[in-house]
């Protein structure tokens, strides 16, 4: 099959990778546009453009597909199959006419679980037992298509954004090998998605990240991790705004008398203990503001009185509470 591939991020590289490992034809590689990124707003590429030229294939970086030149420049490479993982852009029914197989999708989440543009995190904030692939034939809703095949993984307690990331880029690419090379039987067996169990995985925000150290501290410690590489959980302390990388939860019954955010008593060096409403948050590793992810045993022993005994995390920076 004449394939065009489209995709964006590492996510969708690792997949256009086992695509041109295993010797599929790819006619052309559709990424986003080349976006300013660093302190120096210089142009660069995305990772499924830098891979594609790396293998000399052809890449094009319409801003929108809407447009009638890119959908005739499309139509005019004659694909059986378009490929589409974290692509970014939307894809207009003219678009999905185009190849004579249609459009087929690599979503992280066992639809219709999760639709729309955060599954992952979405999966580890909601503590869902179970998550994975779903390999869909697109139509012009959101992640609405029939499915194709799937591929689930357990979601484990200490699982983080990355972490998870990484593993269902793996499962995505045995799936989507496994459906080109099935893919006739498969499209003949494709299951329609039940719309009533469908949930919306919308992106994170900034918002969203920063701890509310009223919730329970499973949820504090589902923020942290699903925020790890992309929002980064945060709060502040002594009016530095503190990104919390690493931690974990334990409950049980605290003092009536503690107040949530404050930093308990701890002879563990490794870590630091914050106060929960229900249970502790050990943190292991943070970030500074200006500075690189630190492990907190290494913080201990250049500034030991940071996480001092009785401090208190704060809202904001202008909250001056201990």
């Not at 692509?87 to 989440?109: E, F, K, T």
């Not at 499973?218 to 690493?246: K, N, Y």
Request: charged content about 20%.
């Amino acid at each position: 099959m004449k394939l065009v591939f489209a995709g964006t991020p590492a996510f969708a590289a690792t997949h256009l990778s086992a695509l041109i490992e295993h010797g599929h034809e790819i006619v052309a590689v559709y990424t986003q546009p080349d976006r300013a990124a660093g302190r120096g707003k210089k142009l660069q590429a995305s990772p499924v453009k830098a891979l594609a030229v790396e293998h000399q294939l052809p890449v094009v970086q319409p801003a929108t597909l809407k447009d009638p030149e890119a959908q005739s420049a499309l139509a005019a490479l004659e694909p059986d199959l378009m490929i589409v993982v974290a692509y970014g852009l939307l894809l207009p029914q003219a678009v999905l006419d185009i190849p004579r197989l249609g459009c087929i999708n690599v979503h992280a989440s066992l639809l219709p679980r999760w639709r729309g543009a955060a599954p992952i995190e979405r999966a580890l904030l909601a503590g869902d037992c179970e998550t994975g692939i779903t390999i869909m034939q697109m139509d012009v809703g959101l992640d609405t298509g029939d499915m194709l095949y799937k591929l689930s993984t357990p979601l484990r307690d200490n699982d983080d954004r990355q972490q998870l990331e990484d593993r269902l880029a793996t499962l995505g690419c045995e799936a989507l090998l496994h459906t080109l090379a099935n893919f006739a039987s498969l499209r003949g067996q494709a299951q329609q998605q039940d719309d009533s169990l469908s949930t919306y995985a919308r992106k994170l925000d900034k918002a969203e990240s920063q701890i509310n150290w009223q919730a329970s501290v499973i949820d504090i410690a589902r923020t942290v991790r699903a925020g790890i590489g992309r929002q980064p959980a945060f709060s502040f302390l002594d009016g530095e705004r503190l990104r919390l990388l690493h931690a974990s939860a334990t409950q049980y019954e605290l003092p009536a008398n503690v107040v949530p955010g404050t930093i308990l008593p701890n002879t563990d060096r490794h870590c630091f203990a914050i106060a929960g409403p229900d249970g502790v948050l050990q943190v292991t590793e943070i970030q500074l503001p200006g500075k690189n992810p630190v492990a907190v045993r290494d913080i201990m022993n250049s500034r030991p009185a940071l996480f001092a005994a009785g401090k208190q995390f704060s809202n904001d920076a202008c909250d001056e509470t201990r």
